[in-house]
């Protein structure tokens, strides 16, 4: 679901605009996206309300990457709200110009695809799901 649709609380929205703040960190010129879904009926009913998703964009195809627009999943075990939620599961999509080029699931812990990242990229990328997982490590409100 939309990143901005889960910004209902102060600490949800200062999580939400901390996950931008990580990634351009790691991977400066990046433009961040927080309602990467369309919110026709169609796209809307494959969308899972227990996720926090964004994008990140790229000017240009990024080398390291190889790619120009990263999706990112930010799956949840229930409702945000909830004071047992916890972070489950991280997935990211990397894209160049709508062609999928690779995916990473944190589960696997490894990126699958014809065109991923560099492997210097990819271990940058991985420490920034494990600073995502840090940042949702306790409850997500305020109890």
């Known amino acids: 679901m939309n990143a901005t649709t ?5 600490e949800l929205t200062r999580k939400i605009a901390q996950l ?5 960190a790691e991977f400066p ?3 961040v996206d927080l309602n990467p879904w369309l919110t026709d009926t ?3 009913c494959w969308i899972d309300p227990h996720s926090i998703d964004l994008s990140f964009y790229f000017p240009q195809q990024h080398q390291g990457l190889q790619c120009n627009c990263i999706l990112l999943e930010v799956k949840f075990s229930q409702e945000l709200i909830d004071p047992d939620c916890q ?3 991280i997935k ?4 160049s110009y709508g062609q999928l080029q690779w995916s990473f ?3 696997r812990g490894d990126f699958m695809g014809e065109f991923a990242p560099d492997f210097g990229y990819q271990g940058i990328f991985i420490g920034f799901v494990a ?8 409850s997500i409100v305020n109890r």
């Open 105 to 107: 699931d944190s589960h």
């Open 20 to 24: 931008g703040v990580l990634f351009r």
């Open 42 to 44: 169609d796209t809307q």
């Open 87 to 89: 972070l489950n599961e």
């Open 92 to 95: 990211a999509h990397g894209f």
């Open 131 to 138: 600073k995502v997982f840090q940042l949702f490590n306790r």
């Open 6 to 10: 889960h910004a209902v609380t102060f």
């Open 29 to 31: 010129g990046a433009e």
